[in-house]
């Protein structure tokens, strides 16, 4: 047994290290580190069953303090028990400062938790040059902890917000995929203009966002009108409407906004990975007639699509994701009847 004590300090020195990196990936990398994407997906899992469970959206909007937390009381646990193994593998690496006695395993995890805090209760003392040195590295690396974890909180925030102002953008010049081209056309100053050229500053830094943290993508919003997942799809579905049907030169910008749309969709599939469903429905193009649009008929409408089948597809897992269906994503502008539903199920 005391020989096996001796060699604690491998794993503990493996789980610092492991903690240290997944910080620097997550924080610093494009990306998410393993251990964090690991919690995340375990976290997220859990919640999205409930909420399938329950029936209620609503179990998805704690994602956002779940996850974050999740993460925070991850890599906190870790560094701590990892420091622990350290020390505790050498009897006598601490000692009590009055008693001179060697500490014990709970007294040693204390020791480490006031110093990965910063905190310097001296308490507890390493008497030896060479576990001072440890103790010192040890708080640096708690204050490294520290202000990575406020590194990981603050864009969170910020990114929330340019999700909140594209969704909510769009929850009122929709919502969904027809009333968003129906509405602008027939009740918006730039016309078909506003559903591209409009959208280009926030639909890029949404997409830069999520390229950079793609854990935005596990956040849910509970109201329709707060919800990326929703309207993402719907503005998707909306753009290759345009593209595809839309007699004439398409409105300037679309294929830029296109673009935007099938890297957020991208990234979204590349963080929650699981086999994509069946492409959506055809939408029905008679709402945009009725509504005076210049369109190609349908064969030609669905011709198109097919060669951007994996993009609705996606589209159509992020929406689903949300615990949405496809009839909201794609339903008619008000006032144009119930066509736009008839054909678009789950």
């Not at 906190?76 to 001179?100: E, H, K």
């Not at 929709?174 to 509405?183: D, E, M, S, T």
């Not at 027939?186 to 959208?199: A, E, F, Q």
């Not at 994996?310 to 008000?334: F, I, K």
Request: hydrophobic share 50%; glycine share 8%.
């Amino acid at each position: 047994m005391p020989a096996m004590r001796q060699l604690l300090w491998v794993p503990g020195f493996l789980l610092v290290l492991a903690v240290l990196v997944d910080l620097m990936v997550t924080c610093i990398q494009a990306g998410e580190g393993r251990l964090n994407r690991a919690v995340h997906r375990a976290l997220y899992a859990a919640l999205h069953l409930v909420a399938r469970r329950s029936g209620r959206r609503a179990a998805l909007a704690w994602s956002t303090p779940v996850l974050i937390s999740g993460s925070l009381v991850m890599w906190t646990a870790l560094m701590w028990l990892g420091w622990t193994l350290i020390f505790w593998s050498q009897p006598g690496a601490l000692v009590g400062a009055d008693s001179g006695q060697p500490a014990t395993f709970l007294a040693t995890f204390y020791f480490v938790g006031y110093t990965l805090s910063t905190l310097g209760l001296g308490e507890i003392i390493a008497p030896r040059p060479l576990w001072r040195i440890l103790t010192d590295i040890a708080a640096i690396s708690g204050f490294f902890l520290l202000t990575f974890a406020i590194t990981f909180i603050v864009p969170v925030a910020q990114a929330r917000a340019d999700r909140r102002e594209l969704a909510l953008a769009l929850h009122r010049a929709g919502p969904g995929a027809q009333a968003l081209i129906v509405n602008a056309y027939t009740d918006h100053d730039r016309g078909l203009h506003s559903l591209t050229v409009d959208l280009h500053t926030v639909l890029n830094r949404v997409d830069a966002a999520h390229l950079n943290t793609p854990y935005l993508h596990r956040l849910r919003d509970h109201q329709a009108q707060d919800a990326l997942d929703l309207h993402l799809p719907a503005l998707g579905e909306a753009l290759l409407i345009l593209l595809g049907a839309l007699k004439g030169e398409c409105p300037h910008g679309l294929r830029r906004a296109l673009a935007s749309v099938e890297s957020l969709s991208c990234t979204f599939h590349e963080t929650q990975g699981g086999r994509l469903p069946p492409p959506p429905p055809w939408p029905d193009l008679e709402p945009l007639r009725k509504a005076g649009l210049p369109l190609r008929s349908d064969a030609e409408l669905h011709a198109f699509l097919r060669e951007h089948e994996d993009l609705r597809r996606r589209l159509r897992a992020m929406s689903a994701a949300g615990l949405w269906t496809w009839a909201e994503v794609a339903r008619p502008a008000p006032g144009q009847g119930g066509a736009g539903n008839s054909k678009s199920g789950d």
